[in-house]
């Protein structure tokens, strides 16, 4: 099992840039598959990004490629998620996800992962 915590959100303007991170207890996170998630209020959960177990492969949303970068470091426990020219639709609550699986290929379906995180606001005004 794996606990997951996300951190970094805030508030920002369009046009700035964010970090987050996702701190992952257990020493088998290096295991994991990890995504990105987001969700605003009354809409489905959004695949962002996300990352193999040793972070060369890497998959995007398209609506965040080319500005948003996905990394991990696995000698910290931890993902990251650039976030780089932020757009008012960017602002969401943005979940931390992993997949056990570790012949998991980097899926875009939320019930693929088995653990998530509480979550962490991004607001970006325009």
């Known amino acids: 099992q794996v606990q997951l915590v996300e951190s970094g959100g805030g508030l920002v303007q369009a046009g700035d840039s964010l970090r987050l991170s996702c701190a992952a207890s257990g020493r088998t996170f290096t295991n994991y598959v990890m995504g990105w998630f987001r969700q605003t209020p009354g809409k489905e959960r959004e695949f962002v990004a996300a990352i193999n177990q040793n972070g060369r492969s890497t998959r995007y949303a398209d609506s965040v490629k080319g500005r948003f970068t996905i990394s991990r470091d696995n000698g910290k426990n931890t993902m990251y998620l650039q976030m780089n020219r932020l757009k008012p639709e960017d602002a969401a609550v943005y979940y931390c996800?992993?997949?056990?699986?570790?012949?998991?290929?980097?899926?875009?379906?939320?019930?693929?992962?088995?653990?998530w995180g509480q979550g962490t606001q991004v607001t970006v005004s325009s």
């Open positions: 996800a992993a997949d056990r699986d570790v012949l998991a290929a980097l899926s875009q379906y939320g019930d693929r992962y088995d653990y």
